[in-house]
């Protein structure tokens, strides 16, 4: 599930010039439910090769066997076990006190396999040929803001942005997945880039991220304040939809504004309770899931994350999510407009509760990632 939240934080600092902390200077560090954060750590101890698999921070195979024995011994053994192998397996090191945190949920819908009046809006396959664009096969003159591209019989070459996408540039290639009944909608499921959908036949489908144009992403809500319709408060989630209500004649030229277009693939579901996956693979848990900038953190790291959501309503819907949340929280997906070391996504759930609380959540925050420490036999050595 990549998601296409914007809003960047401070670049902030490289992972070796995070400032080393102890777990007494974490406020709220003794309250947290750690059997809860221990279990969804356990993910990545369930599913091989997991660990640290993307980012800066890598560990050895041993080093990752090692910490995740330790993690199934402590399962099961209550809060203050799980305490206990946060501490012995890692450091706090504090990212930045001046982060930034938004909420990110998934969309339950009604949806249609048949395009109608009142399913006109199309989630798309990824198209045929579609590639992300690397050192070794970047084409001469390329542009530098393009990410993705189409591999054809004459060599890599763009594909059409949002704009173009939106009036037909591939309507003829066959690729509608599925379609919803709203345009706005759609455009939603972009920025969360899953979605779970009801069928009006009475089956139910899950959809997730499968690729993108790699055209440069645009927050339509920036675009809106920088034309003085409003301030970043007022045009959360639930602030555009009702500008998208006032303003439907001028709804596509705003949809338009953001050149990136997201394509989906239909997601085996394997147990309904289960979040969307993320970038690891592996579900995403509902206010433990944290989406990060891969260029600073790496997946399946611990985060200890200290923010204010006394002006979001509804948090109790979440469980866990409180007023002042000192919380553990795990790395383990990401988001293509998600830069800085201290700018994280938390994960809601999935909903329609999930997508408003997410939609208020644009806070500042405070990050403390936890690295792993070296493995016991290296440790009299340092």
Known sequence: MVTEETEAAPAGKTPDEFEKTGFDALPGWSDDDHADALSAFLRFCRSSGTLLSKGPIRLSAERADEICKNALAA??????????????EFDPYVIDAKGFVTGYYEPELAASRTQSDAFPAPLLNAPEGLVQITRSNRPRNWPEELSHGRQTAKGIVPLPDRPAIMAGALEDEGLDLVYLSDPVEAFFVHVQGSARLRLTDGAAMRVGYAGKTGHPYTSVARVLVNRGEGTPEQLTMTGLRKWFADNPDRRDELLGQNRSYIFFREVEVEDPKDGPIGAAGLPLVAGRSLAVDLAHLSIGLPVFLETSLSDVKGLSDVEGLTADLRRLVIADDTG?????????????????AAGRIAGDIRHAARMTVLLPKPARSERGNR
């Not at 399962?75 to 012995?88: D, P």
């Not at 293509?336 to 329609?352: N, P, Q, T, Y």
Request: glycine share 20%; net charge neutral; hydrophobic share 40%.
């Open 75 to 88: 399962e099961g053994a209550g809060h203050s076990a799980a305490k206990t192998f946060f501490e012995a």
């Open 336 to 352: 293509s407009s998600i830069k800085g070391a201290a700018r994280g996504d938390l994960f809601v759930g999935s909903g329609l």
